[in-house]
């Protein structure tokens, strides 16, 4: 886009010019990074905001908008501020959508032009003030620079979830064929975090290989030597259901042939609810974190297999502290479309949530991808919902859309993600054979603080209202 400079003799006392813009989590984390401006008041997932769920944005931040109409439409590009007065009326919060008006009021020669700075929420006056600025001598056009990308922070949610573990007992976890480095450093890996006991089942000569080759040392691990995947999955079902172990961790091995047995109805692990996979993302362009589901488990899901797996990933959100998870069924557009049955599912989840057939959150769809995470997004489509802009949840409609999104995250966002399966008598954490140590220790920590969640009924996070 070009912009167009107005010099002194082209304004006029009444000329103005307005932008919008929408408040969001980035905006306050990059303000306090550039101000240096930490006052946990404004800050996204900090106690302290007078009891709205969302902070307010700084005054400053605010009044710092309007630069961005003077330089760039009016005077326009090369604008240069001689003074500014503020007066704060009233707070934004992060969602709030923001006019920011400025208009010419005075000329004073020989350079100066003096113009009315207002933003308002609403009706609402929020800041007001005069600004004094020296307009650029000559008429220019000029191009919008194209300015680097940002990345806020990265995967300060896995850290502030080992951090949460720390007072939690280890859970004693059987390890299905971990004869694989990722798999085995992981498991050894989350044993010296002090998050699992690991019970590393599969065959003990190439485990203890493996080991050897990667300079790991196995001294207090449990090693039950099994000939094959198929009966190490078998052995770690029955540990499970004999009380000798907490849960089940899978290593290197097809997801079917672990599941196969603990979804068998004689001598499983399965309840009356359907199980299902959701991935915990810790994605740097996220202010929190975010969970995708279904990405490996149900292929093509029932209305009936979903109200399951909303109600699964609710749960995993409450037990990372989200005190009324978000969540957004997606589905290519936000309308429901009699021609999309991804739509009428969405809108009858949404339905059913309302009346209290999925409890714990708040559910809304059909949302696309775009409107379920951007706010921008969402207001420029007119979605005013409390979901819309602002998803913890994502629902895929069919497990290649989730795993697509969820791998998308991993490689192409660079986000650190979790996998556990829930809906079975114990979350089973289910990586991907490809996944690295760090992946691995991120779901020991999510499988500890939803096992803690299931046993005491509360989180061991501190309540946190995503931004």
Known sequence: MTRTSHTFADLAPGQSATITRVVT??????????????????????????????????????????SAVLGNLLPGPGTLYEGQTLRFKGRAHVGDTLTVHVEVVEKRPPQTVVLATIVRRGDEVIAEGVAEVRPPAEHAEVADTELPGITVARHRHVERLLVACRDLPPMRTAVVAPEEENALLGAVAGGHAGLIVPILIGNAARIRATAAACGTDLSGCEIE??????????????????????????????????????????????????????????????PELLLVTDAAINIAPTLDDKVDIVQNAIDVALSLGIVLPKVGILAAVETVNPKMPS???????????????????????????????????????????????????????????GNILAKEFTFVAQAEGAGLVVGAQVPILLTSRSDGELSRLFSCAVAVLFMHWKTTGRSALAPKAAA
């Open 25 to 66: 989590a980035e905006d306050l984390y990059v303000f306090a990074h550039v101000s240096g401006n930490l006052n946990p008041l404004h800050l996204p997932g900090s106690p302290g905001h007078n009891g709205h769920d969302d902070p307010p944005a700084p005054s400053m931040w605010i009044g710092s908008l309007f």
């Open 343 to 401: 739509t009428l599912d969405a809108a009858s989840l949404s339905k059913m949530a309302e009346r209290g057939q999925i409890t714990g959150g708040i559910v809304d769809g059909p949302l696309a991808m775009d409107n379920a995470i951007s706010l921008l997004a969402a207001r420029n489509k007119g979605l005013t919902s409390k979901v819309a802009g602002r998803a913890d949840i994502l629902v895929a409609p069919n497990l290649e859309a």
């Open 225 to 286: 030597d099994v000939a094959s995947d198929d009966a190490a999955a078998a052995r770690a079902v029955e540990m499970v259901r004999q009380g000798s172990a907490a849960t089940l961790m899978k290593g290197h091995l097809h997801t079917d042939t672990l599941l196969r047995h603990v979804v068998k109805s004689d001598g499983g692990l399965r309840t009356a609810r359907r199980i299902s996979h959701v991935y915990v993302l810790d994605a740097p362009s996220m």
